[in-house]
């Protein structure tokens, strides 16, 4: 190992410590005066963005990583936006979240606290420079930022808008350290450091999420990729699913909360398939269908396991027929990836049994599949979406990089009665 992660993250390490020891009004501050260096150094932030989509065009990079790579006004805006959105929300270290008094005169408290140092590894998205960096100073961490080769202009002019507003306030450019060395190695430099690293969040494709899982020896929050499914439920509104299917499939196609296979009631197939097939046409969607969707439209291509497991991240959805809300339940467990399902319904009974019966980080009713979104479910930025089953699940904000311990307050009391010495 070259020592060049270490002596990054030790920095970082040390910073977290400053951060822990202000208090949540200091850090709102700085958070919010980080999002008017986005503002102020916007041109120059929008400027290494272009180099860095124009490097990635003529690299080849896909239609979805450019997309997510590619910043403009008004996406950078956004992102100071989130960034004032997160300075404004509660602090996560303030109070007690339990107090019990026992029968011996103790009481019990429970007390958020940072994790300490985060490690963000991710690709493309430049905004999570910034989202990472705000969500982690308001719950009083530090962290260390490894983003794609692909962005490396564009995070490295965010995190010097971030480290602006750090200095302003005498505060450790350390606390936001980004690794611009972008080589392979030193991400395996970073996944070994367990005794600086506190967790590390990979975000990206689900090459890069399962390298991460498989070398670390650090704590990894994370998810290997969003299958999302629609189920149209043989009482919903045709109009309404249709709607749902549009938006969650079209709007966006390359991030992971759009929909990638859509599953039809049987009973309301007729009414729904054809108005949606062409629907879905008119927007460029490829559709991939079992037989009974390919025989609404037989020039569709036939869907195979590998379409029902897919990632597409494009224009391209799977499309099957279902016999009934069981089947649909059957499909969902054998492919989904716990991130997002959605069911459109007028039914109450089937819309209890779909949100019982699924186990994925968020399920919604009757709502696009792109609102699993931290913003959109009120936490300002969010920092990632979790699937695995740990203390976060589903999209991380603020609270989700603090954990619970518990302080203890006595009047001398003692648990063995022969350690009184009085």
Same mark, same amino acid.
């Given at each position: ?44 932030? $929008? ?194 699913? $249709? ?90 467990? *054998? ?19 779909? /949100? ?20 959109? $479910? ?29 302080? /203890? ?10 350690? *009184?010495?009085?």
């Amino acid at each position: 190992m070259s020592g060049y992660v270490r002596t990054l993250a030790e920095r970082a390490r040390a910073a977290s410590l400053t951060l822990a020891a202000l208090d949540g009004g200091e850090r709102a501050a700085l958070i919010a005066a980080m999002a008017g260096q986005l503002d102020a150094q916007s041109a120059a932030i $929008l400027a290494s963005n272009a180099e860095d989509v124009s490097h990635g065009e003529a690299a080849g990079l896909s239609a979805a990583m450019l997309d997510r790579l590619r910043l403009d006004p008004q996406r950078l805006g956004a992102i100071a936006d989130a960034l004032r959105e997160v300075a404004a929300q509660a602090d996560p270290l303030d109070g007690v979240t339990r107090s019990e008094p026992r029968p011996n005169g103790l009481v019990i408290e429970r007390k958020r606290v940072p994790l300490g140092l985060i490690a963000m590894i991710y690709e493309s998205r430049p905004n999570v420079t910034a989202d990472a960096a705000a969500l982690c100073l308001k719950a009083g961490n530090a962290v260390l930022l490894r983003g794609g080769s692909e962005a490396r202009a564009s995070n490295a002019a965010i995190a010097a808008a971030l480290h602006a507003a750090l200095r302003e306030r005498s505060l450790p450019e350390a606390a936001v350290s980004l690794i611009e060395d972008t080589a392979r190695e030193h991400v395996l430099e970073l996944l070994q450091l367990s005794d600086l690293v506190d967790l590390a969040i990979p975000r990206g494709g689900e090459s890069l999420i399962r390298f991460v899982a498989e070398h670390a020896r650090v704590p990894v929050i994370k998810h290997y990729k969003g299958v999302c499914h629609l189920y149209v439920d043989r009482a919903a509104d045709p109009a309404l699913a $249709l709607d749902l299917l549009v938006d969650g499939k079209a709007s966006r196609p390359g991030v992971c909360n759009a929909l990638e296979t859509l599953l039809v009631h049987r009973d309301i197939a007729d009414a729904f398939l054809p108005p949606a097939l062409a629907a879905l046409a008119a927007r460029g969607v490829q559709v991939r269908g079992c037989e009974r969707v390919r025989a609404y439209a037989p020039e569709l291509a036939a869907a195979d396991e590998a379409d029902y497991a897919a990632e597409y991240l494009d224009l391209i959805i799977a499309a099957r027929v279902v016999d009934d809300l069981d089947q649909a339940l059957a499909h969902i467990a *054998q492919y989904g990836s716990d991130h997002t399902e959605v069911i459109a319904t007028a039914d109450p009974a089937a819309a209890d049994a779909f /949100v019982r019966r699924t186990r994925s980080s968020a399920v919604m009713v009757n709502a696009s599949s792109r609102f699993n979104d931290g913003g959109q $479910l009120g936490l300002g930025a969010e920092i990632g979406i979790s699937t695995t089953r740990l203390h976060a699940y589903g999209p991380m904000g603020v609270e989700s990089l603090t954990i619970e311990r518990f302080v /203890v307050r006595g009047a001398g009391q003692v648990r063995h009665p022969e350690s *009184q010495t009085r």
